[in-house]
């Protein structure tokens, strides 16, 4: 069984920095191309960043392109986000997801009905 487990978030304030990580277990961890994916309330989920198998190739959301950076340890099965500059736009619950897509294509790869399991989320929340 596959598990991804979030830890990092908490309240920050506009203009700063969290690092959000996701530990998975249960799997080849190599073999999943990872996401982080947010929803903020009364809205919905909407892609942020993921990385290929071995880090090689990621994509960003418009909306964090130059702030966030996704990276990934495959000897640690942990993928992280580091966020710069945040703004209280950024405000929402941050999931990481895995999928076992064979094609790393941004129209594959940005959309959440992609991937085959899910964490539970870490609030992340911007004060201005």
């Known amino acids: 069984q596959v598990q991804l487990v979030e830890s990092g978030g908490g309240l920050v304030q506009a203009g700063g920095s969290l690092r959000l990580s996701c530990a998975a277990s249960?799997?080849?961890?190599?073999?999943?191309?990872m996401g982080w994916f947010r929803q903020a309330p009364g809205k919905e989920r909407e892609f942020v960043a993921t990385?290929?198998?071995?880090?090689?190739?990621?994509y960003y959301a418009d909306s964090v392109k130059g702030r966030f950076t996704i990276s990934r340890d495959n000897a640690k099965n942990t993928v992280y986000l580091q966020m710069n500059s945040l703004k209280s736009d950024d405000t929402a619950v941050y999931y990481c997801?895995?999928?076992?897509?064979?094609?790393?294509?941004?129209?594959?790869?940005?959309?959440?009905?992609?991937?085959?399991?899910w964490g539970q989320g870490t609030q992340v929340t911007v004060s201005s």
């Open positions: 990385i290929s198998w071995n880090g090689g190739g990621t």
């Open positions: 997801a895995a999928t076992a897509t064979p094609r790393f294509d941004y129209s594959v790869v940005r959309s959440g009905r992609k991937y085959d399991y």
């Open positions: 249960g799997c080849t961890f190599s073999n999943y191309c």
